[in-house]
């Protein structure tokens, strides 16, 4: 039999279809995001003084709102602990004797609209008046006791709009001098406190806006030194996205980099104050430690910073990126 010799297959030329795994594609989208996060901080520290001049706007930008909510939140807790159950204070008449005020202390015990009556005589009053003020000196210029005595009365009631009607039905009664309600220091600050933090998330809005123009306008800055890289890069292939990361990334370490700049100046400021706060905290209660962002408020801080970076960053480069092409003066 005759021997039939193979011939050698000829080298296939040409291209070859190459599928690519979803894990390779993946590391390699991971990898060129880090070197371009990577690249974008390099460039900030390429540029020191510009950068850190950018950094402490948003840095102060940043750190005022998150005083202020800081702030408002340690007076929330230190106002917490105070009691918040009306009392009424009845002034009583200083010509009154010590036996009609006590007899008409028990028959304000006979009322169904009131919880407690608690009576504090003209030489308590004096007593309180030596111990826990400054004034006990004033006391020698008089020849008799000038403190009249006091009856501090409960509301069974805390409704708001029945309170100045029993006040005012209190201080008509014979004997009663002056009736004081003094529910209304604590309802005047809880007022001054909601008006503080409304005024907080208005000034927090307007500063953001501020964080996000500054921002844009650093990017859109970068993006006009860098026009002639970008047209290159266009010319040859890469795409808008591709174009884009760099920019973003910038923004985003802007952000995030003045937003730890910010929690730095928040806890400074907070540091500064703990001691003269401690002191009028001690002068009414027993002990009060100012906290500061916490936790959940630095990361809160820093997710906040970091995506208004990213967002102002974004905005400037979709604005200005398209006016960029190749061909275009």
Known sequence: ?????????????????????????????????????????????????????????????????????????????????????????????????????????????????????????????????????????????????PLPAVIMVTPLSSDPVQLPLLQAELQALPGVNEAQLDMEWVQRLNAIIALAKRGSYVLGGLLAMAVLLVVGNTVRMTIESRRDEIIVSKLVGATDAWVRRPFLYSGFWYGLIGGLLAWLLVQMALLMLTEPAQALADLYLNRFEISGLGLVGTLSLLATSALLGLTGSWLAVTRHLNEIEPGES
């Open 1 to 145: 039999m005759a021997r039939k010799e193979t011939q050698a297959q000829p080298p296939r030329r040409g291209a070859q279809q190459h599928r690519i795994q979803f894990a390779d594609r993946s590391r390699s989208w991971r990898r060129h995001h880090a070197l371009v996060a990577r690249q974008a901080l390099v460039r900030l520290r390429q540029t020191p003084v510009a950068s850190l001049m950018t950094l402490a706007v948003l840095a102060i930008a940043l750190a005022l709102p998150g005083f202020l909510f800081t702030a408002l939140s340690n007076l929330q807790t230190l106002t917490s602990g105070w009691d918040p159950e009306p009392r009424i204070a009845l002034y009583m008449q200083t010509e009154l004797s010590d036996q009609s005020i006590d007899s008409f202390s028990r028959e304000l015990l006979l009322r169904d609209d009131l919880s407690s009556v608690e009576l504090i005589s003209r030489d308590k009053g004096l007593e309180d008046f030596r111990r826990y003020t400054a004034f006990a000196d004033l006391l020698d210029y008089f020849d008799h006791n």
